[in-house]
């Protein structure tokens, strides 16, 4: 605890000094962004202004995501992002994000280059996972709270995870391919990719294929941690072709299979996602992007852990179909500059399987979204006005003693976006944001129907048609702050301070109530809206500095949260979390050595409804690029071997662990 209070005050002193020191000389207007080993902290145009302000948005991309051999997870790089936290199952192959406090059921709108992830899974985990090859993955964008565009279904804020491209192997033009492996001595983590790709005048294409496979890992204590196996192979096919010089085409397909144990099973998971993409640059009134795609996400349960296996044969698939059209234009009104983005989303949920159990294997749900997103610009005012038009339907039918018949929901919302910003230097901006987002009950909550008899205790898991949808409204208050050439030539400080306040009506959790059936005296849980109002609301700082020598980061979570009635005692997300990471380049920037710490309080999740103690962890890092196509990468994760129980998790986290990647571009 001293350690940690110590790190966090002496970096925040040491940034807010950088931050108000003597004026440095004018940014280059080639400094279109600022980026940490691979993290765009706040994206700024060539002017040093901030693009959309208001939007309080991490892109993570380049050695935050693919470096080090791949040796950082993807729950563990969101966790060092400020207000993002996971839902952690270490036997799922998926991703289950939460934006300040908020997860599951769609709270958080997922994913996957722009294709809803929407498989869920009522108890014993995470409502809602993006599945995806960690391998393949080049990049993350996160944005804290309402978005109205497209991706913006969701209440919280969204994450979309972003694949291989072509031109991510090839510079230029021409043909090349990447091989990457990475190794952990914690359960023979052993992983390999292999891609092949081409860059012509006119087109691309990428063709790659990945397998990772790993025993149990042990925790800091020795223990094996059960279920934790990973056996994951996948398959990605990309390509991209010019129709005219002002339009063209992109195609993706991807699969990935999981064969993985979780809530007293073994499962296998197949999870396939196609999408056309059609583009038109004509002039600064016509750049539209439409998108069709198609997801399908089959899983089985194949054998049991423990137990009677009663439940062996379960199967659970959802198929997601969809559109989105998006168009920006760029207009010039008298002294103000406008961005005009304007465009829908539509796309529906099928369920299908057998003996889902309390996942629901019938049932189909629409949404569509219709969003104008527009941005006033004049010398240091920048306005944000945007409207979102949301309209949901839910198809379905019960068949049980207490309640049977068709359900069919429809609902629709109208939900603003407000924010002003002013530049007023250089290098800082203020802003303010108001913002109204809603979210419609899932198939899930609404459909689930599961008895379990125990004799001495009935419990029955029923479903819910008279659910109301969830609305989230708050705003947040913050500055953004960019200043270049601040301790030495070419060096660059980026960080966004936000204070942000959300209150969520109608939250819909868990409830139960004794009622009688057939077989007597039963427990009936079911998921209900929530009277009173759940807040989330806290101070959120990340920032970032990069000189010729020296790459540092800092991101600060702190939070006081309200969780909804009945669940007093517990916490939407961590009361505190922090990390920090300090770097020193050698051999002109090709050998990096490093190290990252981590801390998060002490704290009983809403979600896992688990008690993690306080924990702060030590990583140390090093990559060398031995040739222009040849990268070397070391690391120790959690260097003290510490025992720990990671907030919102299932399982202890994996203890010491010695890891070593290559990846070889040619």
């Known amino acids: 605890m001293r350690l940690a209070a110590f790190l966090r005050g002496a970096t925040a002193i040491t940034l807010a000094l950088a931050a108000t020191g003597t004026t440095a000389a004018a940014q280059e207007a080639t400094d279109a962004e600022a980026t940490f080993l691979g993290r765009i902290v706040v994206g700024y145009s060539a002017d040093g202004t901030p693009v959309y302000a208001g939007e309080n948005s991490s892109h993570l991309e380049g050695s935050s995501v693919t470096a080090q051999g791949g040796t950082a997870t993807v729950d563990d790089v969101l966790r060092q992002t400020p207000g993002v936290s996971t839902r952690l199952n270490p036997g799922q192959p998926g991703v289950a994000v939460s934006i300040r406090g908020l997860q599951g059921q769609g709270r958080v709108a997922m994913t996957v280059e722009g294709v809803p992830q929407t498989f869920r899974f009522n108890g014993h985990a995470s409502e809602g996972y993006a599945n995806f090859e960690p391998l393949f993955l080049q990049g993350i964008d996160i944005t804290r709270g309402a978005v109205v565009t497209a991706g913006g279904s969701g209440s919280a804020g969204a994450a979309n995870f972003r694949l291989l491209e072509a031109e991510d192997i090839v510079d230029g033009q021409g043909a090349g391919g990447r091989v990457k492996l990475s190794y952990g001595d914690n359960g023979d983590d052993f992983g390999r990719m292999g891609a092949a790709a081409y860059v012509g005048e006119r087109g691309s294409i990428v063709g790659a294929y990945a397998r990772t496979a790993a025993d149990a890992f042990e925790d800091g204590a020795g223990n094996e941690v059960a279920n934790t196996e990973k056996d994951r192979d996948s398959y990605l096919l990309r390509g991209r072709t010019a129709l005219t010089e002002t339009q063209s085409l992109e195609f993706l397909a991807t699969r990935m299979n999981a064969d993985y144990a979780s809530n007293s099973y073994e ?18 009134a016509v750049n539209l992007t439409a998108n069709v795609y198609r997801a399908i996400t089959d899983n089985e349960y194949t054998g049991s852990i423990d137990g009677t296996g009663s439940y062996v044969g379960r199967q659970m698939q959802t198929i997601t179909t969809g559109l989105d059209v998006t168009n920006v234009s ?42 104008t997103e527009n941005i006033f610009s004049n010398g240091p005012w920048e306005i944000t006005a945007a409207l979102r038009y949301s309209d949901y339907s839910l198809h379905g039918r019960l068949d049980n003693e207490l309640e049977s018949g068709d359900v ?12 002003l910003a002013y530049q007023v230097n250089d290098w800082l901006q203020p802003y303010v944001s108001y913002s109204r987002s809603t979210r419609a009950p899932s198939l899930q909550e609404t459909l689930q129907e599961s008895f379990h008899g125990y004799g001495f205790f009935n419990l029955y898991l029923g479903p819910n048609p008279d659910l109301q949808t969830e609305t989230t409204e708050g705003g947040e208050i913050g500055v953004n702050i960019a200043r270049s050439n601040l301790i030495s030539s ?55 500095y990069d000189s010729e020598l020296w790459s540092a980061a800092l991101s600060y ?44 309080a002490a704290g009983v999740s809403i979600d896992s409804e688990a008690e993690s103690d306080a924990y702060g962890l030590w990583d140390v890092f090093a990559s060398y690029e031995a040739a222009d196509n040849l990268l070397i990468t070391g690391k120790i994760a959690n260097l003290g071997d510490e025992e720990y129980l990671p ?18 571009t040619f």
């Open 490 to 544: 070419g060096d660059r400080l980026t960080a966004r301070l936000a204070y942000f306040k959300m209150n969520v009506e109608d939250y819909v959790a868990y409830v139960m109530e004794d009622t009688y059936t057939s077989v007597g005296s039963t427990t009936l849980a079911y998921y209900d809206n929530i009277d009173g109002t759940t807040v989330t609301q806290g101070f959120e700082l990340e920032a970032a």
């Open 647 to 664: 907030y919102a998790a299932t399982a202890n986290g994996p203890g010491r662990t010695y890891y070593l990647g290559l990846q070889m």
């Open 330 to 371: 760029e207009l010039a009104l008298g002294s103000w500059m406008l961005t005009s983005t304007n465009g829908f989303e539509y796309f529906e949920d099928e369920l299908g399987g057998a003996e889902g159990g309390a996942n629901p294997t019938f049932g189909e749900a629409e949404t569509l979204g219709i969003f």
């Open 267 to 284: 499962q296998e998971m197949t999870t396939d996602l196609y999408k056309l993409g059609y583009s038109l640059n004509y002039s600064p």
């Open 557 to 600: 979570t702190n939070s006081d949260s309200t969780p909804p009635s009945g669940y007093e005692g517990y916490e939407l997300q961590p009361p505190e979390t922090f990390s920090t990471t300090l770097a020193r380049h050698f051999l002109g920037g090709d050998l990096t050595a490093g190290a990252t710490y981590s801390y998060t």
């Open 408 to 419: 069919d929901i429809d609902d629709n919302s109208l939900d603003p976006k407000l924010t």
